[in-house]
């Protein structure tokens, strides 16, 4: 059973920093496509930072470029995302996701999905 838990969401000011988790189990993590999504109140599920699998590429939305970093490690089956300079507009609830082989960061493209973390940032 393929399984993601996220965790390391909270409550930070603005300029501040979070670092996500989020622990697999139950498939190949390292052949797998994983990425960090997110969703405000009233608005689609959009994705921050992928990896894909088929070719390897790190992708970053355009509204988190230069502030947050993806990363994982592979020994502890675990994907990170490190959070910094945050914005009242990055709350949400951050979701970590996986599929055998997402080539983009979109939320259609993944077949597997956690709880859910929430990120509220204060102005």
């Known amino acids: 059973e393929v399984r993601l838990v996220e965790s390391g969401g909270g409550l930070v000011q603005a300029g501040g920093s979070l670092r996500l988790s989020c622990a697999a189990s139950?498939?190949?993590?390292?052949?797998?496509?994983i990425g960090w999504f997110r969703q405000a109140p009233g608005k689609e599920r959009e994705g921050v930072s992928c990896?894909?699998?088929?070719?390897?590429?790190?992708y970053y939305a355009d509204s988190v470029k230069g502030r947050f970093t993806i990363s994982t490690d592979n020994a502890k089956n675990t994907v990170y995302l490190q959070m910094n300079g945050l914005k009242p507009e990055d709350a949400a609830v951050y979701y970590c996701?996986?599929?055998?082989?997402?080539?983009?960061?979109?939320?259609?493209?993944?077949?597997?999905w956690g709880q859910g973390t929430q990120v509220t940032v204060s102005s």
């Open positions: 139950g498939f190949a993590f390292d052949d797998y496509s």
């Open positions: 996701a996986a599929d055998i082989a997402a080539w983009h960061c979109t939320s259609y493209d993944y077949d597997y």
């Open positions: 990896i894909s699998s088929p070719d390897g590429r790190t």
